[in-house]
Structure formats: structure tokens, C-alpha cells
């Protein structure tokens, strides 16, 4: 059960007991705008990567007892181990369920997670290069586009409940994607995030994925705020950034579905970042392609890899330094009928007791600018830090030592 002094523990938090319960018990959990998906009793789907799990979902559902769904994370590099379990203890409630949140977790005093110290890596300075790099490589031609993250390594005072890092992440993210997802190594570990990004999601024949790429940090301040929304509406350099996600899955939708369209962007706020948003939309050619063969064929779009994507990833292993595991991968669910949802995997991080790896990253393109992409995936890594209370300087790269970290009482 979560710390007594947690929101899960008051029982006035926003998920209903019974999650809290199953996220004891190790199950999946997925909180969508419009509902919420536990998966419990699970076991792992066949295959060692996550391209050879996608391939052999619908077969294993097929043979599992009615009501089961798969569920878990395809990583980013669809060819690493795969993080996929058919669940067959399955609970499905209508976000309504979702209750009003009993503390908002980014108001300080509300209740912090304490910080023993931070480590980012790469190093701030790293990244800039990186990016100054990236720049370089795209004017010599060599690629369109390609998207650079940085993690953040930090080291908690306590360990905190999984629900409790669940609560405060659907409180203070309330259109988000929340999950959190049990890794299958190192033993323990857990992939929890608020993704603000729809992969695809297949009813029936309707097809919709939302890609999101072109970003500015939100200010609490309304008018600076207003100015960096209309600035990234403006911006060419954010619509090429954005143009190249929506071409390369209207392109990837077009040979499995009619009637693909792709309007033009809007604006889309998260309480930490303003992105373009496109709603795509298709046609499923045959009913017979599944939620997991249209994850197979969109993932990973150059929202978190780039274009064109095999130079983009090469990319990404020679200038990024670390393993982005599921992290920028697709996590989701797939139903006996092939139905599903799958998000991607930003705004997350993974969970092992009391460490968490925090990830952020950005598309650049030609024109992109080292210091603002840096200040970009700060803002971005306060989606996670937001929520658990945790100090503005582990964002931005100050660090943090023992004793000093945490925004008031501590939660784990
Ligand atoms: C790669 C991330 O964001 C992606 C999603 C939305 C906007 C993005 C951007 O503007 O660069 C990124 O493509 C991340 O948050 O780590």
C-alpha cells in the first residue's frame, strides 16, 4: 500500500482503490483522456524483442481466456527486448471514474519526493554539442531530421509506492496518457510517464494517430505563456520539425488504410509544453490488420527518431550516449479483436525502488538552436518532476545534493 502520508493512502486521490491495489500486485496500468485500464495477471508474451512480441499478439490473445488483452511497451528500438504480457485479470472503467485530485502535486508544499542527488546524463553542456552536431550533419545532408534526448539519473530519499507516482502523475496531468508499466529486467523496474501523444488507436476500421513535434516550455506567466504559443504556431522551423512526423505516417497509414487525412496542426497544451498537434485519421483497407500490425508499422516515427529514420537512429546511438529502453518506445494495449491504443513513450521515466531515470528529448532540424533545445527537454522533464514535487534545478541540470532536495514533506 502506498505511504501513509501519500494521496492514494488519504483515499481521496484520483485513481479508484482498485488500482492502487493491482499496481501492487505488479499489473499494467494505462489511464487514457477516456478511461482507465488496469492489466493484471500477466505473462509475457512470447518472443525476445518487441517486434517479435508485436508479431505473435493477436495469436496469443487468440488462445487466451475471453476478456484477456495484451498490454506493456514495445522499446524504442523495436529489435531490444519487449516488455509485452497478455493480462487476463483485466479491469476497464470509464474515466469518469477518475476522481478529482485530493492534493495538486505541482503546488509546493503539497508534498515532494526528497532528492539525495542528480546526475544528467549526457551533461547539459554534452547535449548542447550533440545538437550543435546534430545541426552539422543535417546541413551536410546527411539526414532531414533527428531526435536527440538526454536522461536524468536521480536518487530518492525513499522509494516510492508506484501508486503513488501514478496518482500524482494523473493529478497533475489530467488530459495525459498516464502510465505504468512493470520492465521485465532489471527485476523491479517500471516505466511510469504522462504522455500527452496518441501512437495510433484502432476501433473497428477507424484508425487515428495524433502526432505531436514542434514544442515551446509553457510560463506561468499568461502573457509570456501567449507569446510562446503564438511564436510555435509561427514557427517554420517547428512545422518542418512537425511536417516530417505527419508525412511519414500518413505515408506508413496509406498502403493499410483509405480515406487517410491529415488536416492542418493545431496548438496542444500540457501543463509543461506547447506542441503541434495533428489529428490523422483512416480507414482500415482489412479488418483483419490489428492495432499491433499498425504499431509495426508507424513505430518509431520521426516524433522520436527521425528522418530518414535508419539515419536517424544511427544517429541517435553515435551522439546520444545512453540506452533509451522503453523510453520514446510504444506502449499500449491490444483486446481479442484486434482493437487497441498505443501511445509513445515520452515524458518518462523508469522506477527501480528509489532510483529514477527521467528522459526528454527534441526533434532537430536545420535551424535548430542548442541552447532552446536544451531549455525545451527541461521543460519537458518537468512533466515527471512536476508531479513527485521534485526541484526545478534536477530539470535544468543544477543538480542537487543530499538534504536539499524536495518542495515539502516527503511521499515515499
Ligand atoms: C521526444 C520527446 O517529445 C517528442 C514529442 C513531442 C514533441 C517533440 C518535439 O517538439 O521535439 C518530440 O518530437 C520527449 O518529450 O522526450
Not at 126 to 143: K, M, N, T, Y
Not at 194 to 218: D, F, H, I, W, Y
Request: glycine share 12%; hydrophobic share 45%.
Amino acid at each position: 500500500m502506498s505511504s501513509p502520508g501519500g494521496p492514494a493512502g488519504r483515499g481521496g486521490g484520483v485513481l479508484p482503490p482498485q488500482v492502487t491495489a493491482a499496481l501492487e500486485r505488479d499489473a499494467a496500468v494505462l489511464v487514457s483522456p477516456e478511461e482507465l485500464l488496469v492489466g493484471a495477471r500477466r505473462t509475457p508474451v512470447a518472443g525476445r524483442s518487441g517486434r517479435e512480441q508485436l508479431a505473435g499478439l493477436a495469436q496469443e490473445l487468440a488462445a487466451a481466456p475471453a476478456g484477456s488483452l495484451a498490454i506493456g511497451a514495445v522499446p524504442f528500438d523495436p529489435a531490444a527486448p519487449g516488455a509485452l504480457a497478455i493480462a487476463t485479470d483485466v479491469l476497464r472503467l470509464p474515466r469518469s471514474h477518475r476522481r478529482g485530485a485530493a492534493v495538486p502535486p505541482s503546488v509546493p508544499g503539497g508534498g515532494g519526493l526528497q532528492v539525495l542527488r542528480s546526475t544528467p546524463r549526457p551533461s547539459p553542456e554534452e547535449h548542447r554539442q550533440a545538437v550543435a552536431d546534430a545541426v552539422r550533419r543535417i546541413a551536410a545532408g546527411d539526414l532531414a531530421k533527428v531526435v536527440l534526448a538526454r536522461s536524468v539519473d536521480v536518487r530518492l530519499r525513499n522509494a516510492p509506492a508506484v501508486a503513488d507516482v501514478v496518482e500524482r502523475l494523473a493529478a497533475a496531468n489530467p488530459t495525459a496518457r498516464v502510465l505504468a508499466v512493470p520492465l521485465p529486467a532489471p527485476a523491479g523496474t517500471w516505466l511510469v510517464g504522462a504522455t500527452p501523444e496518441l501512437l495510433v488507436r484502432r476501433r473497428g476500421r477507424e484508425v487515428v494517430s495524433v502526432p505531436l513535434a514542434g514544442s515551446q516550455p509553457r510560463s506561468s506567466d499568461p502573457a509570456v505563456d501567449a507569446t510562446r504559443a503564438a511564436r510555435l504556431v509561427g514557427s517554420d522551423k517547428d512545422r518542418r520539425e512537425h511536417d516530417f512526423v505527419v508525412e511519414a505516417i500518413v505515408e506508413a497509414l496509406r498502403p493499410l488504410c483509405t480515406e487517410v487525412r491529415a488536416p492542418a496542426p493545431e496548438l496542444l497544451a500540457t501543463p509543461a509544453v506547447w506542441h503541434l498537434a495533428t489529428t490523422i485519421t483512416g480507414r482500415l483497407r482489412d479488418p483483419a490488420t490489428t492495432s499491433a500490425d499498425l504499431v509495426a508499422a508507424l513505430h518509431p516515427t520521426p516524433a522520436v527518431a527521425g528522418t530518414p529514420r535508419d539515419a536517424a537512429v544511427a544517429l541517435i546511438a553515435e551522439l546520444e550516449g545512453f540506452d533509451r529502453g522503453c523510453y520514446a518506445g510504444a506502449i499500449g494495449w491490444q483486446d481479442g479483436a484486434g482493437d487497441g491504443e498505443w501511445s509513445v513513450g515520452v515524458r518518462c521515466a523508469e522506477l527501480a525502488g528509489n532510483r529514477l531515470r527521467l528522459f526528454a528529448g527534441g526533434g532537430i532540424v536545420a535551424g535548430s538552436d542548442p541552447e532552446a533545445e536544451l531549455a525545451e527537454t527541461s521543460a519537458k522533464l518537468r512533466t515527471v518532476l512536476d508531479a513527485l514535487g521534485i526541484e526545478a534545478g534536477v530539470a535544468s541540470g543544477r543538480g542537487s545534493v543530499a538534504g536539499s532536495g524536495g518542495t515539502g514533506r516527503a511521499v515515499g
